[in-house]
């Protein structure tokens, strides 16, 4: 008897990934095409929409011949994306302009005259659980098109890119809350698209698509596309989320007192919550389980600047072998301590104006001190991103990571005994794909709900207990990080919040 599989997208910004997943929550296999987002002019960032379908047609039909699975048995298609990145489509389905990318800030005069005339800080926060006014967001770029395109203002639909990919495959248009929510026009207290802010960016409701909820069933591939793909006509295809909170599903982060986090190039740190927190300093939503939300905090630079000091002194080395012996150094590096903001600091405390230091340097410090000092501030940083939920009585008993630094015990114990919490070491490095089928496999009915599918096909590889004794060692070495930030960023960033409208950390 065949067995029965899940074919995901995980949509990146800079790759799209295809998996095939067991039903038993085992990934089969896994397929990357990367590519690399135009710049026509600086700031801008924009993709070709045929990009992306030739990647995932290119996937799908890889995956299915590494694993010499039958197509017949893939019992639905699911997805994990980015968020914002977005399309303007006419009524025959073809695209008006090329995907404006998330990172595309063209927007930023938009969002900054709106922010000074009538929508302020709070009012925002409210309505989209965004903290602060991030010109990235589909809301201002939308605009941005109708200003500059007035002939864009008569699209059929503007949709974010799993949307374009759930209309390419079966003709419908739906998205699912949390993509909604990304883009800035879905209002978190109304459950629906913001009128207001509808209006301000010259569009209509009924040129964005329904919104359901995450894994719920959009509609059925249909005969072209799944010629294409190398599939069955027929299949399901559903929504996903939001590629951190995909992940989240996927490393079983779908109960209070979990949290997942990812250093990456980037450090983005997820908690599952009872209810949306009423904070002023983490973007807040609605979680793949209906009746849970979750915060999110993050950090501009986390792993890239340990990438970056590689690639300074030894220019493509593996990782292992560059950081033979960081386990020697002592916790706190002799004296030695990163600021890691290379690239200015996105929450907390909002400032994009600071940028990156390393204090204490003697000549006595060597490259090792110098790396496990990067390693440390990593974990400073998800300890600062982790206080606001900590203020809230969020409590955290176990802490799940995921991206490239979780390949490193040092790092994953480092960052135990930093926190005094167990971290985890998920044992599918593939979270967001295998999230993606969690919600798929929910969507058709396999699973009663995306709890119960993420309990049962989530799978710990090893866990890291605290020490006490470095703990203790390590709240020094995090207060010291704290004094030296406020020393070196407390004017700046001060007036940055001051700009923004943001309190204080």
Request: proline residues 6%; glycine residues 10%; neutral net charge.
């Amino acid at each position: 008897m065949k067995s029965a599989t899940y074919l995901t997208f995980d949509l990146g910004t800079t790759g799209l990934k295809t998996a095939l997943v067991n039903d038993d929550g085992r990934v089969q296999a896994v397929y990357t095409v990367e590519y690399t987002p135009k710049a026509p002019h600086p700031g801008w960032a924009e993709m070709d929409p045929d990009t992306y379908w030739q990647a995932a047609v290119a996937g799908a039909r890889a995956v299915l011949t590494a694993t010499g699975a039958d197509p017949s048995s893939i019992q639905a298609i699911g997805f994990s994306s980015q968020g914002q990145t977005f399309v303007p489509l006419d009524r025959a389905g073809r695209p008006l302009h090329d995907f404006i990318v998330w990172v595309d800030d063209r927007a930023q005069g938009i969002a900054e005259e709106w922010g000074a005339s009538w929508l302020s800080r709070e009012q925002f926060r409210r309505s989209s659980g965004y903290p602060w006014i991030p010109a990235v967001l589909t809301v201002f770029k939308v605009a941005w098109l109708v200003r500059h395109h007035p002939e864009i203002k008569k699209a059929w639909k503007f949709l974010c890119l799993p949307d374009y990919f759930v209309f390419r495959l079966t003709g419908e248009t739906a998205t699912d809350y949390v993509i909604a929510r990304m883009g800035g026009f879905f209002n978190l207290g109304l459950n629906s698209w913001d009128p207001q802010l509808l209006e301000a960016a010259g569009i209509r409701e009924d040129q964005l698509p329904r919104v359901i909820a995450p894994g719920q069933v959009a509609g059925r591939l249909q005969e072209k596309a799944a010629r294409e793909l190398g599939l069955p006509p027929g299949v399901p295809v559903c929504v996903g989320a939001n590629d951190q909170l995909a992940g989240a599903v996927g490393a079983g982060n779908v109960s209070p007192g979990i949290v997942t986090e990812t250093t990456g190039s980037v450090l983005a740190l997820i908690a599952t919550t009872p209810a949306l927190l009423d904070d002023t300093n983490t973007v807040v939503g609605r979680h793949a389980v209906p009746e849970l939300s979750y915060a999110m905090s993050f950090a501009n630079t986390a792993a890239v600047v340990l990438k970056w000091f590689r690639d300074l002194c030894e220019p493509g080395a593996d990782y292992d072998k560059f950081l033979a012996g960081v386990e020697t150094v002592p916790p706190g590096c002799d004296g030695l301590t990163l600021l890691p903001h290379f690239a200015g600091t996105n929450m907390p405390p909002f400032n994009p104006h600071v940028r990156g230091a390393f204090i204490g340097l003697t000549v006595g410090h060597t490259r090792l001190q110098l790396a496990r000092a990067i390693m440390e501030a990593c974990a400073n940083l998800l300890q600062e991103c982790l206080e606001p939920m900590a203020r809230h009585g969020i409590s955290m008993t176990k802490v799940r990571s995921l991206g490239g630094a979780a390949h490193s015990d040092v790092w994953l114990q480092m960052k135990a005994d930093l926190l005094g919490v167990p971290v985890e070491r998920p044992a599918c490095a593939e979270a967001a794909s295998l999230g993606a089928a969690m919600l798929a496999a929910t969507g058709i009915g396999r699973f009663a709900g995306v709890g119960e599918a993420s309990q049962a096909w989530y799978r710990s590889e090893r866990m890291f207990e605290p020490d006490a004794s470095r703990y203790a060692i390590y709240r020094k070495v995090y207060h010291r990080y704290q004094q030296l930030q406020e020393k070196l960023y407390g004017d700046a960033t001060s007036k940055a919040q001051s700009r923004l409208g943001c309190k204080s950390v």
